[in-house]
């Protein structure tokens, strides 16, 4: 079936740090693939997303490619800040209306 | 920016208690999503909502649970008779269109529930 898996955290970080968040996927066919973001207290929101083979997503900063290849999508920030301290979390979506999550990621960046 | 709105933040029942859980969607939308995260594991889909019908389920989704929008704005999660493991984080998502490919959910903060 399909699946998201992401690596674990916590991520600790000194801000200005280069910031990676691996995740790989397993889907039948073509998936749309995102990031979510949730801060303290707040609900999910979308990050970024890309709908197919090689597009790059992007937003705040934050990137990730769509790579089919190596099937995974993986977050990075070139310099991180305290602000981006939150759980980020990979999914997919495939022909229906579900998204398959992965577990999440902390990430926390200190001063 | 509009928001989906969910009650309670936090619930605590006791096993076998019935629980709601409530949900106000961004006001023009028109599909409607629970998912659960249990503590430390991933996040689940558990049901779609669409015209007053559920429109898919997973199979966490069983008969001890059930979604309805009793008044056309709440939309709510009931479960019949909690069991501990039912003790997650459960958020709402709303959608303006169907939520494949490129359309987008948003979600509320989440209402965890405690089962003791």
């Known amino acids: 079936g399909n699946s998201v898996t992401q690596m674990e955290g916590p991520v600790t970080l000194s801000e200005e740090a280069f910031l990676t968040i691996n995740c790989t996927y397993t889907?039948?066919?073509?998936?749309?693939l995102f990031w979510y973001v949730q801060y303290p207290g707040e609900g999910l929101q979308l990050l970024l997303k890309a709908t197919k083979a090689d597009d790059k997503g992007s937003n705040k900063g934050f990137e990730a490619t769509y790579r089919k290849e190596t099937t995974s999508f993986h977050l990075e920030k070139g310099s991180v800040q305290v602000s981006d301290s939150a759980v980020y979390f990979c999914a997919l979506s495939y022909n229906t209306d579900k998204l398959i999550f992965g577990t999440g990621t902390r990430l926390q960046v200190f001063p | 920016e509009p928001e989906v709105t969910q009650t309670p933040s936090h619930q605590v029942t006791q096993m076998g208690q019935e629980v709601i859980l409530r949900c106000v969607p961004i006001s023009n939308h028109l599909y409607f999503y629970w998912y659960r995260q249990i503590l430390g594991q991933k996040v689940e889909f558990l049901v779609s909502?669409?015209?007053?019908?559920?429109?898919?389920k997973s199979e966490i989704f069983d008969d001890q649970f059930s979604v309805e929008r009793p008044d056309g704005s709440n939309f709510t999660l009931k479960i019949r008779s909690t069991k501990l493991e039912d003790s997650a984080m459960y958020f709402c998502a709303t959608s303006r269109a169907r939520a494949s490919g490129a359309n987008v959910l948003t979600f509320g903060a989440g209402s965890r529930l405690t089962v003791l």
């Open positions: 909502f669409y015209n007053n019908e559920i429109s898919e």
């Open positions: 889907a039948t066919g073509y998936p749309s």
